[in-house]
């Protein structure tokens, strides 16, 4: 790590881990924490790579041009999701989390104003005006997650006008048989009467 820490002129850096075995997820600790790059970064991706937290870095401040990332961190909250969502400049977006999180996008708050394709093992509920130039979404629904809320009317899919295609990764532990249909149908339908018709990939596990 420490020949990446000496670049600091980059404006793409994408790190991949190339190896013949099994997929398996490599975890960096403490030997990113020193580097900063440069404030034109574009492009920051790791792949099969976790860190421990959001980079602080990581922000409108530092790098208000980067427009696509790829990261993996051992856990996310709300103000880490929040500040990924004031990158104005941000367009591809492949988050994951170790630890999830369901988090509601308020549309009043103008996050993720540019953002065009996003991928995540996120629980994301969508509210006007939330992510607007969205296209491509891939995340995660629970079923009990969704069956439980207070206000279980759906994912707010209608709120995104220009999506084109959706794919859900729907996790049903511990849910029975009737409330895995009962999601399923509801998803199904949220999606078909879209006024954009986007294509829909639904995916059910731990079932």
């Not at 881990?17 to 034109?40: F, I, K, N, T």
């Not at 909250?77 to 988050?95: F, H, K, N, P, S």
Request: hydrophobic share 40%; with cysteine.
């Amino acid at each position: 790590m420490e020949s990446v820490c000496n670049l600091r002129n980059i404006q793409v850096l994408e790190v991949r881990y190339d190896h013949s075995g099994p997929a398996e997820l490599v975890y960096l600790g403490s030997s990113w924490e020193g580097w900063v790059p440069h404030p034109r970064l574009r492009q920051f991706l790791l792949g099969a790579f976790f860190l421990p937290r959001l980079p602080l870095w990581i922000n409108s401040s530092h790098v208000s041009h980067l427009s696509y990332l790829q990261l993996g961190v051992g856990s996310m909250d709300v103000q880490d999701l929040e500040t990924l969502g004031r990158l104005t400049a941000l367009r591809c977006l492949y988050i994951s989390s170790e630890i999830s999180l369901s988090y509601v996008i308020v549309g009043g708050d103008e996050l993720f104003p540019n953002l065009r394709h996003c991928t995540t093992n996120l629980e994301f509920v969508f509210r006007q005006g939330a992510m607007p130039m969205l296209a491509h979404l891939e995340f995660r629904v629970s079923v009990l997650g969704l069956c439980r809320r207070e206000d279980p009317a759906g994912l707010g899919l209608g709120h995104l006008p220009f999506l084109e295609r959706i794919v859900i990764y729907l996790q049903c532990s511990d849910a029975s048989s009737p409330e895995v249909e009962q999601m399923e149908a509801m998803l199904t339908n949220e999606v078909h009467v879209h006024p954009n018709h986007p294509t829909l990939n639904l995916e059910k596990y731990h079932c």
